[in-house]
Antibody, heavy 123, light 110 residues
């Protein structure tokens, strides 16, 4: 069974940092791109970042460029999202999601999702 | 980049068909056949129900179908059932090598 389990969320002050983790199991991790998608309370989905299986290709939405960094450790079947310089508008549930395949780009075909980890930015 | 445009809400009675639209631009929906649709129930993670405009993942009911014309994609749910109630999101690949989601549509089954 495919499983994605996020962790690392919590309450942080504006300007603070967190490292989110996504632990994968039940599939050949190196065959898939992994993405981060967030959802602010009561709001819609927002794609945040993607990373290819080889880590060669990484992409970010404009609002997090320069503040967030995605990485993966294929030996540990894990993906990470380092979130720095946090703002109130970054408050959201952060999901990791598996692409249907491995490729240069992410086309938004996320066939498996974790349960999410909540990041709250507040003083 | 602005979100793709979806109606805030739609409703229908059991057995009926409904269609949810998703409007973008030539830089996203109109330029690529990489439109996906997701269903989300309260407190749950989204579920992929359509990819590449009109393809259904294994296990998704054939009551769900997708299409595209120009800069607008559509999701049709036929034979509406109570379990279809929830939020629906479209997404599209963009010319900026990014992904855009729609604002979401709340489906109410009357």
């Amino acid at each position: 069974e495919v499983q994605l389990v996020e962790s690392g969320g919590g309450l942080v002050k504006p300007g603070g940092s967190l490292r989110l983790s996504c632990a994968a199991s039940g599939f050949t991790f190196t065959n898939y791109n992994i993405n981060w998608v967030r959802q602010a309370p009561g709001k819609g989905l927002e794609w945040v970042s993607s990373i290819s299986s080889s880590t060669t290709y990484v992409y970010y939405t404009d609002s997090v460029k320069g503040r967030f960094t995605v990485s993966r450790d294929n030996a540990k079947n894990s993906v990470y999202l380092q979130v720095n310089s946090l703002r109130a508008e970054d408050t959201a549930v952060y999901y990791c999601a598996r692409d249907r395949y491995d490729g240069i780009y992410t086309y938004g075909e996320f066939d498996n999702w974790g349960q999410g980890t909540l990041v709250t930015v507040s003083s | 980049q602005s979100a793709l445009t979806q109606p805030a809400s739609v409703s229908g009675s059991p057995g009926q068909s409904i269609t949810i639209s998703c409007t973008g631009t030539s830089s996203d929906i109109g330029g690529y056949n990489y439109v996906s649709w997701y269903q989300q129930h309260p407190g749950k993670a989204p579920k992929l129900i359509i990819y590449e405009v009109s393809n259904r993942p294994s296990g998704v009911s054939n009551r769900f179908s997708g299409s595209k014309s120009g800069n607008t994609a559509s999701l049709t749910i036929s034979g509406l059932q109570a379990e279809d109630e929830g939020d629906y999101y479209c997404s599209s690949y963009t010319s900026s090598n990014a992904l855009l989601f729609g604002g979401g549509t709340k489906l109410t089954v009357l």
